[in-house]
């Protein structure tokens, strides 16, 4: 056979090789982003979905590449692959907006920089695009034997910017303090420079990074001069501390605190999606995560789920008598209700409890009638002009509640009292939802 009859069969084999090869490598969805959400959660949300999708067992296998993960079965006559790749919640939003993500898995909220990147393709704070998968607190860590349980925003800011060295000057040991920090590609790492560091402080050079949550908790539990921080699901064998800010008591993190987002460090987890472009696989699992089973494993992987509980809090010492009369006959349910920033509507996630707590009462078997909404506003120049924001934004949740089929809901405001935060922060302003004890 000549050369030139075996060149087009040559060539047409090496094609079909590089065909087989290529589709080796393509995934049916991929999430990448954050290590918090991919470590464990997104890979137990894609095994939940994929169960109900399939009888056959889910298995899951590495790449080669750290932090990454497959997860796979059979549907029909196909294998249907997802591959989780937790690289950091910067890294996500480079793969979305290069098209090779499906899903963006993200330890915090768009930056507006990106979404405006992305804004020719899609509305990326939107609610169809913006979905928030779990409540997360970040968690401060200390060796299980040191001795102090609490701290402020502040004092963290001056200890891990080297402005406080010694755990003696905290009324602790006198050992020098040794600094842990997330990477500079986490969302756990902005989470923590928004909100501790944020213009005042710069992370001391001393401090060692990872890219892991679990390996700097683990690190902390085994260093009694260490302090360090991760997402509240990898608290390990470290200990935790209560934090304070502003005025208001320090609070730990807990099922709670976290998800009504009082404690000063909660933070939400979120999978973004490009509108019309997300392919159906990637929609289910939107759905399924935000949904009560998707819920039930976010609780199951040491997340703060978005099902509604209700709970006996124990109020701190500053409640006043009137307040501790006002709700005796009844429980907080684990929601507060927020707005968006120009405070005139309900923000994304809202929108979705508005729904949770319409599912709660009818399984619950309670009524409207057993609700009661108590608005709370930030610090006024007038606590007349508190009470009557507090009053209006109490409000504000009542006609929504009514839109969605639970009407005449109860409400009332407590002004400027009882603050969660400093002066001036947005998580004073909240409605918080109480249902009658049975």
């Not at 954050?34 to 464990?40: D, H, L, Q, R």
């Not at 997104?42 to 590449?65: C, H, Q, R, W, Y």
């Not at 080297?162 to 009324?171: A, P, R, V």
Request: aromatic share 6%; charged share 20%; no cysteine.
């Amino acid at each position: 056979m000549s050369r030139a009859t075996r060149t087009p069969v040559t060539l047409f084999r090496l094609v079909l090789a590089a065909t087989l090869s290529l589709s080796t490598q393509a995934y049916e969805l991929e999430i990448h982003g954050s290590n918090t959400i991919g470590a464990t959660l997104a890979p137990m949300l894609v095994t939940g979905f994929l169960e109900e999708k399939s009888d056959n067992p889910i298995s899951s296998k590495g790449t080669g590449e750290a932090n990454e993960n497959v997860i796979f079965t059979r549907i029909g006559n196909r294998t249907t692959d997802v591959l989780v790749a937790a690289h950091g919640s910067s890294t996500g939003f480079k793969t979305l907006s290069a098209g090779n993500a499906d899903i963006w898995a993200s330890s915090r909220p768009v930056k507006p920089e990106e979404a405006e990147q992305l804004r020719g393709q899609a509305d990326l704070t939107a609610l169809e695009n913006e979905h928030v998968i779990a409540i997360d607190g970040l968690a401060i860590l200390v060796h299980p034997s040191n001795p102090i349980n609490q701290m402020s925003i502040d004092t963290l800011g001056k200890i891990f910017s080297g402005q406080i060295q010694n755990w003696s000057e905290l009324g602790g040991a006198d050992r020098a303090i040794r600094l842990y920090a997330r990477d500079n590609r986490s969302g756990t790492w902005d989470t923590f420079k928004s909100l501790i560091l944020g213009k005042t402080y710069t992370l001391n050079d001393t401090a060692q990074r990872y890219e892991s949550n679990d390996q700097l908790s683990d690190d902390v539990s085994q260093d009694p001069s260490g302090i360090g921080f991760s997402g509240l699901a990898s608290v390990r064998n470290s200990k935790l501390l209560a934090i304070s800010e502003g005025n208001a008591p320090a609070l730990l993190p807990n099922q709670l605190t976290v998800a009504s987002e009082d404690y000063p460090l909660s933070r939400r987890l979120f999978m973004y999606t490009i509108g019309e472009q997300t392919p159906p696989l990637a929609a289910g699992l939107i759905e399924f995560a935000l949904g009560p089973k998707g819920q039930t494993l976010v609780a199951e992987s040491g997340f703060i789920s978005q099902n509604l509980i209700a709970i006996k809090p124990t109020l701190d010492d500053s409640a006043p008598d009137t307040f501790r009369r006002l709700i005796e006959n009844y429980q907080r349910l684990t929601v507060n209700f927020r707005f968006s920033e120009g405070r005139t509507k309900l923000d994304n996630k809202a929108q979705r409890d508005l729904q949770r707590l319409q599912r709660y009462l009818e399984e619950e078997n309670q009524s409207a009638g057993d609700l009661l909404l108590i608005g709370f506003a930030d610090m006024q120049s007038h606590e007349l002009r508190a009470q009557m924001i507090s009053e209006l934004r109490a409000l504000s949740v009542r006609k929504a509640l009514q839109q969605s089929g639970v009407p005449d809901v109860a409400y009332t405001g407590y002004g400027q009292y009882m603050p969660v935060g400093g002066s001036g922060n947005q998580r004073n302003g909240r409605v918080e939802i109480w249902i009658r004890s049975r």
